[in-house]
DNA sequence: CCGTTGACTCGTACAGCGTACGATGCGATG
DNA sequence: CATCGCATCGTACGCTGTACGAGTCAACGG
């Protein structure tokens, strides 16, 4: 009587939900209760997702969750990887442009994880969800259309992958409040005889965050890809 | 009769700790939490470090912590901090050879977070201790030294900083467990015509993580500050 | 010499957490 | 109608962080 722990489709059967679901509540599902997660997630924070909570906003007692999940983590495992899929056209990431291409796809992964700050204070604790697999296949297979050597290639995907991840968990870091941005320059303010560089350059408040992780990007790939 | 909250240092009075320290323990202090958190942390991981523990390893009740302490985030606050301490010698921060100092650092930030994997995790969700800020001013200074640009300085800063997190988490990651990077590539053999590309690469596998970090460090130093 | 104070320690208690376990309901199948 | 498997959920347990207040003991002022 283990909840399930297989790799199968959630193939809820035929058989009816309810002759007329009497009250609005739709049954649970595998989706029903990621979907719900990554609500609470976005709502409340990563201390703020408890089974007892989720199951109330299913409508459902907690522990049937865990006919549908084996524990927490896998719930966060899932609402991670839920949140960190790339819808992007194929034309694109098959179109001649390949730095456009690779450019888009990290763009809307950084995007896709700021939506929801939690994931990364999620990401380095979990483990590779298809979702994130497959960004790491498009970019390994544009870059290696691109003309990246295969002995190289490896290397060239992790370096971007690194980028991405610490801009967004920096930036996301700080997101989560910027007063504590301002708390924290003013605090440097006090000390600037010790951090006086830093304090001068206004580090933690005048900063273009997205023109900086585009450069970043860009310097990556033209040492990873020199332009001819 | 609140725990202290100032930035005091924690200065202990003269008074004795006791005519003989009849047992062998010393008394509480600030230091001896913290470094024993450590201990703890790198002996059983993030999920290992419970005030309970950490009191029993020191000899003492759960409760007295709180007198140094406000609570347990703050004790991964401390740790975090602790072990991000930077012991470089100025003469090579402030040598001419710039590139080298800047990388000397990095790899040294590197490395202290990998010597502790559960710092990668933490980092996230932390605010920035006088450790990682005096690794920042010294990263200003040297850039600056170099002669970045006053405008350009903090995207520098960032960009480096980015990259060495975003290596640093990843890599932390998959050491924690070479068996689930495994287990984790064979999982990509079976789905080998889903992800074909980065399968025939092994990208889980064969990987020179510290030559990548490297090259992309290098890369980006190329970027921000061009060979001339 | 004694009473007071303030720094520090800790036993007890409590609310809230993840989840083990077993009872229950209910459509489908025979 | 009996049986079975999927799915739900109430209760209970062990463990957590920590609020609270009582306790200890050195230092100090009278």
């Given at each position: 009587?283990?909840?399930?722990?297989?790799?199968?489709?959630?193939?809820?059967?035929?058989?009816?939900?309810?002759?007329?679901?009497?009250?609005?509540?739709?049954?649970?599902?595998?989706?029903?209760?990621?979907?719900?997660?990554?609500?609470l997630l976005d709502a409340e924070g990563i201390d703020g997702l408890k089974m007892r909570r989720l199951a109330d906003r299913l409508g459902s007692g907690a522990m049937s969750l865990y006919w549908h999940v084996s524990n927490k983590d896998e719930v966060f495992d899932l609402a991670l990887d839920s949140v960190l899929?790339?819808?992007?056209?194929?034309?694109?990431?098959?179109?001649?442009?390949?730095?456009?291409?690779?450019?888009?796809?990290?763009?809307?992964?950084?995007?896709?994880?700021?939506?929801?700050?939690?994931?990364?204070?999620?990401?380095?604790?979990?483990?590779?969800?298809?979702?994130?697999?497959?960004?790491?296949?498009?970019?390994?297979?544009?870059?290696?259309?691109?003309?990246?050597?295969?002995?190289?290639?490896?290397?060239?995907?992790?370096?971007?992958?690194?980028?991405?991840?610490?801009?967004?968990?920096?930036?996301?870091?700080?997101?989560?409040?910027?007063?504590?941005?301002?708390?924290?320059?003013?605090?440097?303010?006090?000390?600037?005889?010790?951090?006086?560089?830093?304090?001068?350059?206004?580090?933690?408040?005048?900063?273009?965050?997205?023109?900086?992780?585009?450069?970043?990007?860009?310097?990556?790939?033209?040492?990873?890809?020199?332009?001819?």
């Amino acid at each position: 009587m283990a909840a399930r722990r297989d790799g199968t489709q959630d193939k809820r059967p035929q058989r009816q939900a309810a002759p007329i679901p009497s009250a609005q509540e739709p049954p649970l599902s595998l989706e029903r209760i990621i979907a719900t997660a990554v609500e609470l997630l976005d709502a409340e924070g990563i201390d703020g997702l408890k089974m007892r909570r989720l199951a109330d906003r299913l409508g459902s007692g907690a522990m049937s969750l865990y006919w549908h999940v084996s524990n927490k983590d896998e719930v966060f495992d899932l609402a991670l990887d839920s949140v960190l899929e790339y819808r992007g056209s194929p034309q694109l990431s098959e179109s001649p442009d390949w730095r456009q291409a690779v450019v888009h796809m990290l763009e809307d992964w950084r995007a896709s994880m700021l939506r929801h700050p939690w994931s990364a204070s999620l990401l380095p604790r979990r483990a590779l969800g298809p979702n994130i697999l497959a960004r790491l296949e498009l970019l390994g297979g544009i870059l290696s259309r691109a003309g990246v050597d295969e002995a190289d290639l490896n290397g060239a995907i992790w370096s971007l992958w690194n980028y991405v991840m610490g801009a967004t968990i920096t930036r996301a870091n700080f997101d989560l409040s910027d007063e504590d941005m301002l708390a924290g320059q003013q605090r440097l303010a006090h000390l600037s005889q010790e951090y006086p560089t830093i304090e001068r350059a206004r580090l933690l408040l005048d900063n273009d965050w997205d023109g900086v992780f585009r450069k970043g990007v860009d310097f990556l790939l033209d040492g990873l890809v020199p332009r001819q």
